[in-house]
């Protein structure tokens, strides 16, 4: 008897339409609606997708100085290769189905300056080295009874949280707010993006969510996922969601911290050792160094906006030196120790605004260089308030600073392709260029009427 062949689920669906989309360099997600006819077509091949996704910021300006493209390229289009792993039905829009893809060259490798394609890169190595990466991301966010229009009515000033005051982990909050609250837990769960936790954190309207670790890209693909669907499900709700670093200088930020770890290639955890106090491998000594010696040249891959250096300020739960510490909030690593499995880093420098691909290749590149590299951790862990030791490289002051480190950076240009440092790197600048030709409401309140 001959088997029946595998299903495909995605060709089972009775839709008429598939949503698929890709990240730009930003991390913000750029898709569009696929007649299911033109799906099949080009499911196992790819299709023509605008390159100027890589040539303009998230305000859709045209970057200046960009090599990839540009006028002189004439915006030509890229090839887009669906990853048919990735298939989801989107809940809240009729279970929709949805894919996402990568940009590949004409060749069919992957495109140097494509986010998921960096990452897939950095986990061929890893491979190579006989490990694999186990990867969870946790964010938070800010909620305002608002929407786009009205915020653009507002001028983006004074935006009215979806709850008052500071109530972290309030289970009233949660009450008050039930059926959104609910959306997001199940709606996700659907969507193939797994929550393990989601409670209020402390600030007037914000939510804090914890994604199921999972495989490296995966891990990255539900980050990615989870900011475009809450948004998505928030709207629906009559709500705003913004994933800003820092909208209020007077509250904390909004954090997109990266739980990590490693297996060999039997899938056995490898950074526990019970000969060690805190638990610590000397593998993952290796690796928690080589993060603390890459980070300051690659903090603009987990810090990519003007905004996110707002939030890395003393005494807002988020770091400014690249120190560690064993079970210290106030470091930039937070070294884990926990049963065999559980041991493990958490990356507390980005925020939400993080690309997540990027911001996970970063850390695990850096991780992989210690071990390359047998890089010794020096400092001792930080006991206590990290704000006051005097320990660790401090990080760049600004985007423009980290951009030019990042672009000159030799361990950048050793991690990651030549190609792809200078364009981000160049789009870093351009952002901090367009920061710069703004007058500020701060100046404004200081020296209109004074000076």
């Known amino acids: 008897m001959v088997p029946s062949a595998p299903s495909v689920p995605w060709k089972?669906?009775?839709?008429?339409?598939?949503?698929?989309?890709?990240?730009?360099?930003?991390?913000?997600?750029?898709?569009?609606?696929?007649?299911?006819?033109?799906?099949?077509?080009?499911?196992?091949?790819?299709?023509?997708?605008?390159?100027?996704?890589?040539?303009?910021?998230?305000?859709?300006?045209?970057?200046?100085?960009?090599q990839y493209t540009g006028w002189h390229t004439g915006y030509p289009d890229a090839a887009v290769s669906v990853d048919l792993n990735t298939y989801r039905e989107i809940p809240w829009h009729e279970n929709t189905p949805f894919f996402l893809g990568d940009f590949v060259d004409k060749n069919g490798a992957g495109l140097e300056v494509c986010p998921r394609q960096l990452l897939k890169r950095i986990i061929a190595k890893a491979a190579k080295m006989g490990f694999s990466a186990k990867v969870g991301c946790e964010f938070e966010w800010f909620?305002?009874?608002?929407?786009?229009?009205?915020?653009?009515?507002?001028?983006?000033?004074?935006?009215?949280?979806?709850?008052?005051?500071?109530?972290?982990?309030?289970?009233?909050?949660?009450?008050?707010?039930?059926?959104?609250?609910?959306?997001?837990?199940?709606?996700?769960?659907?969507?193939?993006?797994?929550?393990?936790?989601?409670?209020?954190?402390?600030?007037?309207?914000?939510?804090?969510?914890?994604?199921?670790?999972?495989?490296?890209?995966?891990?990255?693909?539900?980050?990615?996922?989870?900011?475009?669907?809450v948004k998505e499900i928030a709207s629906q709700f009559g709500i705003l969601a913004?994933?800003?670093?820092?909208?209020?200088?007077?509250?904390?930020g909004c954090s997109?911290?990266?739980?990590?770890?490693?297996?060999?290639?039997?899938?056995?955890?490898?950074?526990?050792?019970?000969?060690?106090?805190?638990?610590?491998?000397?593998?993952?000594?290796?690796?928690?160094?080589?993060?603390?010696?890459?980070?300051?040249?690659l903090l603009a891959l987990c810090a990519?906006?003007?905004?996110?250096?707002?939030?890395?300020?003393?005494?807002?739960?988020?770091?400014?030196r690249a120190t560690w510490g064993i079970d210290n909030r106030t470091c930039a690593l937070r070294v884990i120790p926990a049963s065999p499995a559980a041991t493990r880093l958490e990356f507390r420098v980005p925020g939400a605004d993080m690309n997540p691909y990027l911001a996970i290749a970063a850390t695990i590149a850096a991780g992989l260089y210690g071990i390359e590299n047998e890089v010794a951790l020096l400092d001792p862990p930080v006991s206590g308030n990290g704000y006051q030791s005097?320990?660790?490289?401090r990080f760049p002051k600004n985007l423009q600073e980290a951009a030019i480190r990042f672009r000159d950076s030799k361990i950048a240009n050793t991690l990651f392709p030549e190609a792809f440092v200078q364009h981000f790197a160049q789009s870093r600048l351009w952002e901090w260029?367009?920061?710069?030709?703004?007058?500020?409401?701060w100046e404004l309140k200081r020296y209109f009427e004074i000076i």
């Not at 299911?36 to 996704?53: L, Q, R, W, Y």
């Not at 955890?269 to 080589?290: E, Q, T």
């Open 256 to 297: 997109g911290h990266i739980h990590q770890s490693l297996v060999d290639a039997q899938g056995n955890p490898v950074f526990f050792s019970n000969k060690d106090p805190h638990s610590m491998s000397p593998l993952f000594r290796h690796y928690v160094a080589g993060v603390l010696h890459c980070l300051p040249d």
């Open 433 to 441: 260029q367009q920061s710069q030709q703004v007058v500020t409401d």
């Open 143 to 229: 909620n305002f009874q608002e929407s786009a229009a009205s915020m653009e009515q507002k001028g983006f000033v004074n935006p009215t949280p979806l709850t008052p005051g500071m109530f972290g982990y309030s289970l009233l909050r949660m009450s008050d707010n039930h059926e959104f609250f609910t959306a997001i837990m199940e709606q996700m769960d659907r969507f193939r993006v797994p929550i393990e936790g989601l409670h209020p954190e402390t600030g007037p309207g914000v939510y804090e969510a914890a994604i199921l670790y999972s495989d490296a890209l995966e891990a990255a693909d539900r980050a990615i996922l989870f900011k475009s669907g």
């Open 242 to 252: 913004s994933f800003m670093a820092k909208w209020n200088m007077a509250l904390p």
């Open 12 to 66: 089972e669906s009775p839709a008429r339409k598939v949503k698929v989309a890709a990240s730009d360099i930003d991390g913000v997600l750029r898709g569009k609606f696929l007649h299911i006819d033109k799906f099949h077509s080009i499911a196992e091949s790819s299709f023509g997708f605008c390159n100027v996704i890589f040539g303009w910021d998230c305000w859709d300006r045209l970057y200046e100085g960009a």
């Open 390 to 393: 005097e320990l660790g490289v």
């Open 304 to 320: 990519p906006t003007v905004n996110s250096y707002k939030r890395l300020v003393e005494g807002f739960w988020a770091p400014t």
